[in-house]
């Protein structure tokens, strides 16, 4: 659900058309979705909120009572639905790479399965591209540095060395469970299907690397 943001009327109304999703509606209708379906003001505060915004140009009535939005707040929730949209159908892109990633017998595949279980390969979609900055995958050099931006803003870092058989990075999911156990979390899972689109090559050999020297790797933070 949507952040409500109480203390801004011109957004407080997107909000709730964002929540409605239609291009009018009787203001009696109005008054009743806003008080009881989602309770955000009681009748006679939701009347004075509805008043406010008719005064205010935010909302416009006609002769039969409709009420729709102005033209500059309409146009921000047409922006936002075609960014909605977009962001959706990118997730559904990504969602079908990672299925027929799963379903495929290519090397590639073969060695990522052996770090990622199917779970952690779903929530590799979660993680945007545009979060990654990939420093440095040198297959002469035997590195990979990356920064990932996290959930709270902060970065991650992924490094990986093929020469003193370290793969470091520190999320807590990685630290508290999978390094333990040489696997992968949802963000070194995404580095190397963005690597693989870079060039696949060079994704299967840092893969092949780890896989046939796991016991001799260092999975740290």
Known sequence: M??????????????IWKVIDL?????????YRISFELSLFPPNKAKIFIDYCIENGFLIKDKSSFLK????????????QKKRTLTIL?????SKKVTNLSNESSNFSVLLNAFVDKGTLNRSVSVSDAAFEILK???????????VKG?????YVIEVDI??????HNCSDFEERRAINKKFCKHITKLFLILKEKDESIAEFFLNQLAENIDNWDFTS
């Open 2 to 15: 949507f952040a409500i943001p109480r203390n801004d009327i011109p957004k407080m109304l997107l909000y």
């Open 23 to 31: 291009p009018n509606i009787l203001m009696n209708d109005l008054e």
């Open 69 to 80: 939005l102005s033209e500059e707040l309409n146009q921000q929730i047409i922006n936002w």
């Open 90 to 94: 990118g997730k559904m892109r990504a």
């Open 137 to 147: 995958y040198d297959r002469i050099d035997g590195t990979i540095k990356s920064k």
């Open 151 to 155: 959930s709270k803003e902060e970065f």
């Open 163 to 168: 020469n003193n058989k370290i793969l470091r």
